[in-house]
């Protein structure tokens, strides 16, 4: 299985971005972020066919994760971006029946994009 995160960058506060992962629909897929010096962190995700999201409390209202199951492409929209988003995201993939918000269900992992808030 393979993932790639896209679509980081750097955004001043307030801003937005879209990040993209390559992903079969096979998988329930996550985003998680790591902050410089601190854990990887869960952020959101979403069932197989993105009738079930699940979000942490930091993103909650300013994220939003679905999927295209047509392009193999599960998204992540970062609305009103804080400083304190700033880390390295990452997608994974699991083949949990639920859609877990913890690392260690998450069997693969991609490569992760930096996101960049400026305040």
């Known amino acids: 299985v393979q993932l790639q995160a896209s679509g980081g960058g750097l955004v001043q506060a307030g801003g937005f971005l879209r990040l993209s992962c390559s992903a079969s629909?096979?998988?329930?897929v996550g985003w998680f972020r790591q902050a410089p010096g601190k854990e990887r962190e869960f952020a959101a995700a979403?069932?197989?066919?993105?009738?079930?999201?699940n979000y942490s409390d930091s993103v909650k209202g300013r994220f939003t994760v679905s999927r295209d199951n047509t392009k193999d492409t599960v998204y992540l929209q970062m609305n009103s971006l804080k400083p304190e988003d700033t880390a390295v995201y990452y997608c994974?993939?699991?083949?949990?029946?639920?859609?877990?918000?913890?690392?260690?269900?998450?069997?693969?992992w991609g490569q992760g994009t930096q996101v960049t808030v400026s305040s």
């Open positions: 979403i069932s197989r066919r993105g009738g079930i999201v």
């Open positions: 994974a993939a699991s083949r949990w029946s639920s859609v877990p918000t913890t690392i260690a269900p998450y069997d693969f």
């Open positions: 629909s096979t998988y329930v």
